[in-house]
């Protein structure tokens, strides 16, 4: 899978408590003969507050038709997990050239890079 595939998958919660099933999108680039790889959060529910680590995304974006996602969404790049490519449970679409340079964007915020 490639970088900004937009898979669903189960992330877990912070305490690790348990995992839900969601949206993500593959930030981590693409090596062979790697399992694993690192994707962040894909929320429908948009906070009263927006990060600058945050972008949200909804139909009138240009990118949105690509994404497969049904709602408006925002991608929290500051929510990172390293997975194994096994529990990806499908793919939704990907983020074009466009919505990929915005998520970098805050992407480095998040990594202070």
Do not use: H, W
Not at 6 to 29: G, H, M, N, Q, Y
């Amino acid at each position: 899978m490639k970088r900004g595939t937009i898979v669903l998958t189960f992330f877990p919660f912070t305490d690790l408590s348990s995992s839900k099933r969601r949206p993500a999108i593959i930030v981590s680039r693409d090596i062979p003969n790697i399992d694993d790889v690192i994707v962040a959060y894909i929320s429908s529910k948009i906070p009263e507050k927006i990060f600058d680590t945050d972008l949200v995304v909804n139909q009138q974006n240009k990118s949105f038709s690509k994404t497969g996602l049904i709602k408006e969404s925002v991608f929290k790049m500051d929510k990172l997990v390293t997975i194994n490519k096994n529990i990806i449970t499908g793919e939704l679409g990907y983020a074009d050239k466009n919505l990929m340079n915005e998520l970098d964007k805050r992407l480095r915020i998040a990594l202070f890079l």
